[in-house]
């Protein structure tokens, strides 16, 4: 991760399966949370016959323009992964990151994000409702 301001700001989102994979809006990116939302609107996982649906997390900066500050950095995918899921999934990752670039910041959002690390969560498993323990 890169060092800024002697701080780290790591922040993770969950994309889940199932969110719009419609190209990314002309809204402005003013918020962290805006980020994830543009990003959202380019996810576009591998369909089920080409990879299973696992859980993936790349690491990715960028600069004040909103261009890919340096290389992203996959850092988490599900343990129970294939290769092949795991290469097609990091694909739909970089597909996803490429589609959403530049990222639109305002002026403001632009010098906040500039050169911090983020952990953005791409989720495409579905996960077991909690269990409710029952007592007796």
């Known amino acids: 991760m890169a060092r800024c301001g002697g701080k780290f700001l790591l922040v ?3 994309l ?13 990116v003013n918020t962290i949370q805006d980020i994830f939302r543009h990003l959202r609107t380019c996810w576009k996982p591998p369909p089920a016959g080409r990879a299973r649906p696992i859980d993936i997390t790349v690491v990715v900066s960028f ?6 500050l340096g290389h992203p ?14 290469l097609q999934y990091r ?6 990151l490429q589609r959403c670039t530049p990222m639109p910041f305002t002026d403001a959002m632009a010098g906040a ?16 409702p909690p269990t409710q323990e029952r007592r007796v």
């Open 12 to 14: 993770a989102a969950a």
């Open 16 to 28: 889940l399966l199932g969110v719009s994979g419609a190209a990314a809006e002309d809204v402005q």
């Open 73 to 86: 950095r996959i850092t988490y995918e599900s343990a129970e992964a294939s290769d092949d899921d795991r």
């Open 91 to 96: 694909v739909a990752v970089m597909e996803a």
């Open 113 to 128: 994000a500039a050169g911090r690390p983020f952990a953005i969560q791409f989720r495409n498993r579905k996960t077991s």
């Open 63 to 68: 600069n004040r323009a909103g261009n890919i």
